[in-house]
């Protein structure tokens, strides 16, 4: 009887000494004392661990953020742990003292969610261990807001922190974490960028699985994987926000990753202007296109995600868009504006603050249409090209790739307003980026001169009376400071009518008869090629002036090659507008 009753004493001074062990030594917090008034009893230890937890962030975030969890309950026997009602906030008097020694992250964020469970954990092991085993984490409705500013003083921290993997930016008091399952669903992530300009992005209904999760110094070139895990599949859905200059909104109904069929496919992306046309145009001081894109689908295959994870870099094998159309308008009302030297296509590819590199892009049937309000005829021509199909290889702005492969090269064919077959090319040189040097091909089937003139007329300020046109070919050559080439037009029986607005009648216009008789009879080829002549070809050069655009410079260098077929000066292209 002596004995047991010895036995049972040693049992409580085990049990007395682990638990005040575990209250006094492992869960002690110097900062926080835990809010005993919700404890069960004496012996719930749950106070102790929120309080060493909040002591943990404080003292790992060197003050910066603060803890609070409405409810926490270890589960010992089943190995998991249960948080309610977490929130993870900044303190915005240690925002200051850090700002003040040079010392804030460029980051700040702000964290909560409902609810939190992890399986297959001890009280050790998410207290003390450096090495981190978990069946599973299941995360409901996470709040995730960051607040970005590259903060001067970190300058040189960025330089270091850019060239290291995922693995050693958050491993730095852990060896390794490996965890069965992730699931997180409901999220949401909003960012604030605080650049030149203020713009902030958000996703809604973000939800997660990745199954395998290893991180430790064996996975962290692992590009088989994807954010260490084996297999993951993301979503997000209703993403919106601002362009930085804030004239445009733009949103998709849903990204999805998944990395087990190794693609990436966008829904519903839109780009509209901020108001009407009337209220955009109210913001701009010269003359800019505005800008309306819709494209259903976009899927990337191919993707090399730990170049993306890791490095930030986007290089995939294949690209698709599916059904895209893009609205462009030019109102020539507006003054000039000069125009960068370096906003060729290329030239903004070499410039994105992402690396980036994709095999081949296809181009399925999309349309394009592009307007311009001529102020000198109170009238809006539109050019139309439907059903555009093709291929653009080689697209990338890095330097190794470019060493193999120098040129992106777009292919396309589609109708030219709505009934016209057309196809063309364009080639740029990446490794000559800088002087803009590219190449251009059009070819274009048999007109009914008649659709031309809704085109002809409020751009142009002349009509096609008659004549049919049965070919046209240009090759063109250019860079930042000219347009060249040769091209050839075949047609028929051309009389053309020159116009201008009719001052007397609001919206009319009227003929200019003298004129365009004369201009028939004494300058216009009527013909191409002229009774038993070959055809003509014609050289033309096109000095790029400081309000052209790249379009602007193909399409003017182009028009100079109509002008001297058909016997038409230079300068009938030169517009007051």
């Known amino acids: 009887m002596k004995k047991i009753y010895l036995i049972f004493i040693a049992i409580i001074i085990i049990v007395s000494g682990a638990y005040f062990y575990i209250r006094f030594g492992l869960l002690k917090a110097k900062d926080f004392k835990p809010d005993n008034s919700k404890s069960k009893s004496i012996l719930d230890l749950r106070p102790a661990i929120i309080a060493k937890l909040q002591q943990l962030v404080k003292d ?46 460029d980051d700040i964020f702000k964290i909560s969610f409902s609810s939190l469970h992890l399986d297959g954990v001890g009280l050790n092991d998410v207290l ?83 199954k395998d999760v290893l991180i430790d110094s064996s996975t962290q070139y692992d590009t088989k994987r994807f954010m260490f895990a084996k297999k993951a599949d993301l979503s997000a859905k209703n993403l919106y926000g601002r362009t930085p200059d804030s004239l445009y909104y733009f949103k998709c109904s849903s990204i999805d990753i998944s990395t087990a069929e190794n693609n990436l496919t966008v829904l519903n992306i839109e780009l509209h202007p901020r108001g009407s046309r009337q209220q955009f145009e109210s913001h701009l001081k010269q003359r800019k296109e505005i800008y309306n894109l819709s494209i259903p689908k976009i899927t990337v295959s191919g993707i090399n995600w730990w170049d993306l994870a890791n490095q930030k870099n986007i290089i995939a094998n294949e690209a698709t868009i599916h059904n895209g159309s893009c609205d462009i308008f030019l109102d020539r009302s507006l003054p000039f504006r000069k125009v960068k030297i370096n906003n060729f296509p290329h030239q903004i590819l070499m410039r994105l603050p992402i690396s980036m590199s994709i095999t081949k892009m296809h181009i399925r049937n999309c349309n394009l249409a592009y307007s311009e309000h001529n102020p000198g005829m109170d009238k809006t021509g539109i050019i139309y090209i439907d059903d555009m199909n093709g291929e653009v290889t080689n697209i990338t702005n890095m330097r190794e790739q470019i060493k193999k492969h120098k040129l992106l090269v777009i292919k396309s064919s589609g109708l030219f307003m709505h009934t016209i077959p057309m196809t063309n090319g364009f080639t740029f040189n990446l490794s000559k980026y800088r002087t803009g040097d590219f190449t ?80 028939n009879v004494f300058l216009i080829k009527n013909n191409n090629p002229k009774k038993d002549n070959p055809p003509k070809v014609v050289n033309f050069n096109f000095k790029r002036e400081s309000k052209t655009t790249f379009f602007s410079l193909v399409w003017g260098t182009i028009f100079l090659g109509i002008l001297k077929t058909i016997g038409l000066p230079a300068s009938f292209a030169d517009k007051p507008y």
């Open 60 to 105: 790992g975030s060197e003050g910066l953020y603060n803890l609070s969890i409405g409810k926490i309950d270890p589960h010992v026997l089943a190995s998991s742990i249960d948080i309610t009602d977490a929130v993870l906030t900044p303190d915005s008097a240690r925002i200051k003292e850090l700002d003040k020694a040079h010392a804030l992250p």
């Open 128 to 210: 003390a261990k450096d090495h981190l085993s978990l069946k599973s984490i299941l995360v409901k409705k996470p709040f995730i807001e960051v607040y970005q500013k590259e903060r001067w003083y970190n300058k040189e921290l960025r330089k270091k922190t850019d060239s290291l993997t995922l693995y050693k930016k958050i491993m730095k008091k852990i060896k390794s974490i490996s965890i069965d399952s992730i699931e997180m669903s409901d999220g949401t992530f909003i960012s604030h960028l605080f650049s030149k300009k203020y713009q902030t992005n958000k996703l809604n209904d973000v939800s997660i699985n990745m």
């Open 440 to 519: 251009m091909d059009l070819n274009v089937g048999a007109i009914d001169t008649s659709i031309l003139n809704p085109i002809t007329e409020p751009m142009g300020e002349f009509m096609i009376r008659k004549g049919s046109i049965q070919k046209g070919i240009a090759h063109v050559i250019g860079n930042n400071f000219k347009g060249g080439g040769n091209g050839e037009l075949l047609y028929k029986d051309l009389y053309l009518v020159g116009l201008k607005k009719d001052k007397n009648k609001p919206g009319a216009i009227k003929k200019k008869s003298i004129v365009s008789f004369f201009g």
